[in-house]
């Protein structure tokens, strides 16, 4: 059996069988990066298997050390709360570590450039088009703080404007910023989703982008994503490592 501690995606699951099925893509994507790294994906909701059936098979199996990463982009409700409250009810032979959130990284600005680049912008254009970074949203001041802050470093990069807007819990929506970035002037609008999988807060981002001139995918499988995972299991284990003296 490895000694790595196996790496136990939790995403939040949906109705939508399009979000299970993306999560799974980013998931191979990840295993292809790293051949021998068991890789397993759980949910709190609606989809399967559950986080907890799975941490309760693994537990089954003999499986000792675990590393769980919540597929989210920023540290609000899900990772504060509810992914520590099913890891505490995990069986007690299981030592889990709890990576952070995947948000904000540089990795993930790559990400959305790749997206914008995939619906077919150019570097020509950047100094013309405004972004609309669509976050799901939230209603923690915390997590939407830190959208904002992903925004204005977006803007660095030589876009005519970056501007943020949210498909819940916080305003404005994306077809507000959409407005709001053709009345400053912008040639050209694009709306980049901030969200990992296809649901229905994407689908109201989809929907509020109706006057902008091109929409990206959402993350998704993406190889900055798939690599970003790497990163922060290998930072969840850094601690065990240090102790055996790796």
Do not use: N
Not at 93 to 112: K, T
């Amino acid at each position: 059996m490895s000694t790595q501690p196996v790496l136990l995606v939790i995403a939040h699951g949906s109705r939508d069988p399009r979000h299970a099925a993306t999560v799974h893509a980013l998931v191979e994507r990840v295993r292809s990066l790293r051949p021998g790294l068991r890789v397993e994906t759980g949910f709190l909701d609606f989809s399967v298997p559950s986080v907890r059936g799975l941490l309760e098979s693994l537990a089954a199996e003999g499986v000792r050390d675990v590393v769980a990463l919540p597929l989210l982009l920023t540290r609000a409700f899900h990772a504060k709360s509810d992914i520590p409250a099913v890891l505490r009810e995990a069986p007690a032979r299981l030592r889990i570590r709890q990576a952070e959130v995947l948000g904000p990284s540089p990795l993930l600005l790559s990400a959305l450039e790749r997206r914008l680049s995939e619906a077919g912008l150019t570097p020509a254009d950047r100094s013309s088009t405004g972004v609309v970074l669509a976050s799901a949203g939230s209603s923690d001041p915390a997590a939407i703080a830190v959208v904002r802050g992903v925004a204005r470093e977006w803007r660095r990069t030589g876009w005519r404007a970056v501007r943020c807007a949210f498909a819940s819990a916080s305003l404005p929506r994306t077809e507000d910023a959409v407005r709001a970035l053709r009345a400053l002037g912008c040639e050209r609008v694009a709306v980049a989703p901030y969200v990992l999988a296809p649901g229905f807060l994407p689908d109201r981002i989809a929907r509020g982008a109706a006057e902008a001139d091109l929409l990206a995918e959402v993350l998704g499988p993406a190889p900055e994503v798939a690599r970003l995972l790497l990163r922060r299991y290998d930072a969840a284990r850094r601690p065990a490592l240090a102790a055996l003296g790796a």
